[in-house]
């Protein structure tokens, strides 16, 4: 069994802090939000969003509505793309300075929420950029409160302490985790979520799924990492092909929901190593590349990487996808046979070739993996020794 991983003497850190409004309808508790932000003196807050799904789901006129009942002033950046930048992050804070803004709101998947986490440290920080936030130039210990409204089931992030900013010219997208970018409140609303196109619907779901499976199997995985890994990969072998044949379906989305915000949790506790640390450079490299599709086609070599060494976990938190592997290293190819036939069978099949990647990227992609900041990070506490050569040949393994 799983728990033979574990050292019973090494001491783990169990967090959990964001009070989550969680359920079909939960939207509607942004006026409860509303009336506190204003009981507190946040009177005026910015609103990051991109440019339609805010309005598009509905959200924003039950927003809109807490507002202005409860006078509080608003300004809306809505030009937050997939995979933000630190030019947009600089530009909202500038927008967010000259209004005056106390908070920050963020409508939409990972992006907005991680934006709007870093428009929030430096709306604390006046004298500081994007661009030195994320190269590690100061640690900050403060942030504008923040509300995260969720509209993807896979981010996580409106759960957690973790935010991620690619900086263009440079190619690096690097994460950050500060205690101070724990949302105040968030809203999971999976009634908000239905409008999810096939693509995002399977490509979140998968995030959630490796946000798991790395987070079980760090060097600092604890038992709650993988009980939360088993529920989560158990909720998404469920739920995701009934999201996928019915988009409307409540119950499907509810659950698609729920798995992504404990696998929030989940890294937030155990954090995460190669296929987090692998696909950044990816999608940093080719920011038109959805991060959940880079994180599937990263799996299957990354499970058969790690197999040897955490057999026992994967066994145990696979077998909804993969049934019947042996907890031995024999396995191993098994194992990322199997991940790779079940992401076939909710819609994902490609390799990295398909999305343009070819053996003339891996020494730049290998070369990010180790030089973009934060990133060396994660690579330490991989369960296996992450060396160039082990990088390299998980990207080639993926072509």
Not at 95 to 116: L, N, R
Not at 194 to 207: A, E, F, G, M
Request: glycine content about 6%; charged content about 20%; hydrophobic content about 40%.
């Amino acid at each position: 069994m799983w728990e033979k991983d574990f050292d019973v003497n090494q001491i783990s850190e169990i967090r959990t802090r964001t009070s989550v409004f969680f359920g079909a309808g939960a939207i509607n508790r942004i006026d409860f939000i509303a009336e506190d932000l204003k009981a507190k003196g946040y009177d005026k807050v910015i609103v990051m969003s991109g440019r339609n799904a805010y309005k598009s789901t509905g959200a924003w006129d039950v927003v809109e509505k807490a507002f202005i009942k409860h006078g509080i002033g608003y300004i809306n950046y809505d030009k937050v793309t997939p995979n933000p930048t630190t030019i947009a992050v600089n530009e909202a804070v500038k927008m967010a300075k000259d209004f005056g803004a106390k908070a920050v709101v963020s409508i939409g998947g990972g992006s907005p929420t991680d934006a709007g986490k870093s428009v929030a440290i430096l709306l604390e920080y006046p004298d500081k950029t994007c661009e030195e936030l994320y190269e590690f130039k100061f640690v900050p210990t403060k942030a504008a409160p923040i509300i995260a409204i969720n509209l993807t089931h896979g981010t996580g992030s409106e759960t957690n302490r973790f935010a991620v900013v690619t900086i263009p010219e440079k190619n690096y997208k690097p994460a950050i985790a500060y205690d101070c970018i724990y949302p105040m409140y968030a809203i999971d609303d999976p009634a908000l979520m239905t409008k999810l196109s096939p693509k995002q619907t399977r490509y979140v779901s998968i995030d959630a799924v490796n946000h798991v499976v790395e987070a079980c199997t760090s060097k600092v995985a604890s038992p709650y990492t993988v009980t939360l890994a088993r529920e989560v990969i158990e909720l998404v072998a469920k739920y995701l092909p009934i999201a996928n044949e019915s988009p409307e379906n409540i119950e499907a989305r509810y659950f698609l929901t729920y798995a992504a915000m404990i696998a929030g949790v989940c890294f937030d506790n155990g954090m995460l190593h190669y296929t987090h640390a692998l696909e950044h450079p990816l999608s940093a490299v080719k920011p038109e590349l959805s991060h959940g599709l880079g994180l599937a086609m990263l799996l299957p070599a990354v499970v058969k990487n790690i197999y040897s060494v955490k057999s026992q976990t994967l066994a145990y938190i696979l077998e909804p996808i993969v049934p019947g592997l042996k907890a031995d290293a024999s396995d191993a190819q098994k194992a990322a046979d199997g991940v790779y036939n079940w992401l076939a069978s909710v819609g994902v099949s490609e390799k990295l070739s398909a999305e343009g990647f070819s053996e003339n990227d891996v020494d730049n992609l290998v070369n990010l993996a180790f030089t973009t900041p934060s990133l060396d990070g994660l690579l330490g506490i991989a369960p296996t020794a992450a060396t160039k050569e082990v990088v390299a040949e998980i990207y080639r393994s993926s072509l």
